[in-house]
């Protein structure tokens, strides 16, 4: 079974920085486009990042600049560095993953638990 686990979530201070992770795990032949989305209370799921499997990104005006995605192929496992913390970033952050299943060759669509980012004095 496919799965991605996010940690790294925490309360910081308008101005800080926090460090996400998402590791996929189980029978994963191979992982193509990553994302990070974002709940902010009371709001919907909205994009935040993405990187393919081959390292091109693309970010929400919100967060460019401030925000930087990355990932480790060999680790399955992709990050994301904020930077210059606001206030309005306070959500709940999930990360979702195409894989391909080594057993059934099926493509298919994960997304990970979450991760709560509160940013606050």
């Known amino acids: 079974q496919v799965q991605l686990v996010e940690s790294g979530g925490g309360l910081v201070q308008p101005g800080g920085s926090l460090r996400l992770s998402c590791a996929a795990s189980?029978?994963?032949?191979?992982?193509?486009?990553m994302g990070w989305y974002r709940e902010p209370p009371g709001k919907q799921r909205e994009l935040v990042a993405t990187?393919?499997?081959?390292?091109?990104?693309n970010y929400a005006d919100s967060v460019k600049g401030r925000f930087t995605i990355s990932r480790d192929n060999v680790r399955m496992t992709m990050y994301l560095q904020m930077n210059s913390l606001k206030p309005e970033d306070t959500a709940v952050y999930y990360c979702?993953?195409?894989?391909?299943?080594?057993?059934?060759?099926?493509?298919?669509?994960?997304w990970g638990q979450g991760t709560l980012v509160t940013v606050s004095s």
């Open positions: 189980g029978s994963i032949s191979a992982i193509g486009t």
């Open positions: 990187i393919t499997n081959g390292g091109m990104t």
């Open positions: 979702k993953a195409r894989v391909v299943d080594d057993e059934t060759r099926r493509t298919l669509e994960r």
